[in-house]
C-alpha cells in the first residue's frame, strides 16, 4: 500500500514532500554544488570584506602596505563582485532545498536540531548581507542604522552559522557529490534528471554571470558600456571621473575658494609649517598614475600631481612618521584619513593639485586632495587643509 492516501494530513504530506524532493532541481546533488559555489562566494566575501574593515580601522597588530598599488582595488572589486555573483546562487540554492524546510518529523536528532537552528541566522543573516550590499552599491539607504557596522556584525554571525551548517552538510555532500556507480545501463529517466539538473544550475550561474558583467564595468573600463546595472559609471563626472561627495555636499564651497587658504603642518598646538597654494605649486611636483577605488565598488585611475607628502614632512622637519590628514569640511565621518609613516614616506603619496594634467575640480578636492596607492577611496581626504604630525 502506497503511503499517499493513508495515515494523517501530515504524514501525506511528508510523502508528497518526498516526491516533489526527487525532482532534479530540489536534488541533494543540485544543493550541494550551488551550496559550494555560495561557500566559496561568500568565503571569499567575508575575507576581502574583514581586510577592507581593518585598512580603514587598523588595530595595533595590523599593517597594510602601501605596495601593490592596486590590490585594495583588486579586493574591494573581488568583495562587491561575489557579493553580486552569491544573490542568484543564493536564490536557486532557497529555491532548492526548500522542500526540506516543511520536512516530517522537523527534527530527527539533536545534530539535525542544532543544525535547524542556525538556518534561520544562515538564511536570514545571508538574504540581510546581499540585500543591503546591492543597496549599498546602489547608494539607496532606505535604512537608518549605520550601514558598515551592521554588515560586519551580521556577516560574523552568518559566517558562524555557515561554518556550523558546512560542517553538518559535510558528509552529505560528499555523498550527493559522488559519481554514481555504473550498475547496469543507465536509464533515460536518469539522463532527463541530469540534464535538467544541469540546466537548473546552469539558470542559476547563468543569472550570475550577467549580473556580474552588467556590473563590473563600474570598475573594469573596457565593459562600462555593458555596465547596465553598474550604479556608477566611473567616467561621468567632472574631469571624466566619478565624485563621491561633491563640494556643494560637503559645504566646502567657499572655504575651497578662498584667496585665505593655507596648508598647515603641525603637531599638537605647534605650527611646523604653513604653504599658500602658490608655495605648494612652486614646490617640486611629481606624477602618478594611481586609482580611487570606493569602498563601494567603483574605482578609476587617474594621473594625478602634486607635492609629495614626505617632502612637506621634510620641510616641516617633522621626520619619518604617521600623519593625520584633514579636510577643510566640517562634519562628516570622512572629514579626516590617517596615513602610516610607511604610507606617508610613499614617494607617490601625493597632496594632488592637478588630474590629468588640469587643476583639480571643487568635487574632487580643490585646492588640494589626499592621492595615495594601495587605499580605499574613502581615506583619499578631498579639500586637504591640515597634516598632523603624529
Ligand atoms: N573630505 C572628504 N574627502 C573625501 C570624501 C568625503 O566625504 N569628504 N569621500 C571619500 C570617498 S568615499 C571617495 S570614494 C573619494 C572619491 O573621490 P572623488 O569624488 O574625487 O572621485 O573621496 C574621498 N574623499
Ligand atoms: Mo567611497
Redesign the pocket.
Known sequence: MSAEGTGSPLIRLEARRRIVEQRPSHSARTASILGIALGVCFSVCFLTGLLSHLIQHPPAWFHWPPRPAGLYRLSQGLHVATGVAAVPLLLAKLYAVYPKFWQWPPLRSVGSAIERATLLPLVAGSLFLLFSGVNNIDLWYPYHFFFPAAHRSVAWITMGALAVHVGYKAATARTALAPVPAAGPPSSSDDDHAVSRRAFIGAAAAGSGILLATTVGQTVAPLSRVGLLAPRAPHT?AQG??????AAA?G?LDAARSSDYRLTVGRGRAVLATFTLDELRALPQHRATLP?????GWS?NAAWTGVRVRDLLERAGAGRRAVRVE?M?RG??????ELTADQAHDPDTLLALLVNGEPLHL???YPV??ISPNR?????????AHLEVR
Not at 562628516?332 to 584619513?337: H, Q, V
Not at 580605499?376 to 586637504?384: E, I, R, S, Y
Open positions: 563626472g571621473l566619478s565624485v563621491n561627495k561633491t560637503a566646502v580611487i577605488a570606493c569602498v563601494e578609476v579636510s569640511q562628516g565621518r570622512y572629514r579626516a584619513s568635487d574632487h578636492g586632495r589626499l580605499p577611496g574613502v581615506l583619499q581626504t578631498k579639500w586637504v
